[in-house]
Nanobody
Framework: QVQLVESGGGLVQAGGSLRLSCAAS????????MGWFRQAPGKEREFVAG????????SYADSVKGRFTISRDNAKNTVYLQMNGLKPEDAAIYYC?????????????????WGQGTQVTVSS
């Protein structure tokens, strides 16, 4: 099994930055593609960014391209989401997901494990 724990959320002003972390344990983290999803009140959980197990391929939602960067450190069993230029519409609970495959997909149903989320609030 895989356990995921997100951290790094908080309250920032529009235009500010946050760095989210997702610490994983169990099995071989290296073999899991990882993704960040977010869910705002009244909305479905949506794909934000993903990274392959090797870290050689990344994907981003159009809404965050150029502002967010996903990365992973398999030696530390951790995936990160650097968020710059935050906007009020970025406010949501951010979830880390793990997929027991090498490649990233955007469908939330394809991910096998989830963390409990970390809250990101953006003020303006």
């Amino acid at each position: 099994q895989v356990q995921l724990v997100e951290s790094g959320g908080g309250l920032v002003q529009a235009g500010g930055s946050l760095r989210l972390s997702c610490a994983a344990s169990g099995r071989t983290f290296r073999n899991y593609a990882m993704g960040w999803f977010r869910q705002a009140p009244g909305k479905e959980r949506e794909f934000v960014a993903g990274i392959s197990w090797k870290g050689d391929s990344t994907s981003y939602a159009d809404s965050v391209k150029g502002r967010f960067t996903i990365s992973r450190d398999n030696a530390k069993n951790t995936v990160y989401l650097q968020m710059n230029g935050l906007k009020p519409e970025d406010a949501a609970i951010y979830y880390c997901g793990a997929r027991m495959r090498f490649t990233v997909v955007v469908e939330r149903g394809e991910y096998d494990y989830w963390g409990q989320g970390t809250q990101v609030t953006v003020s303006s």
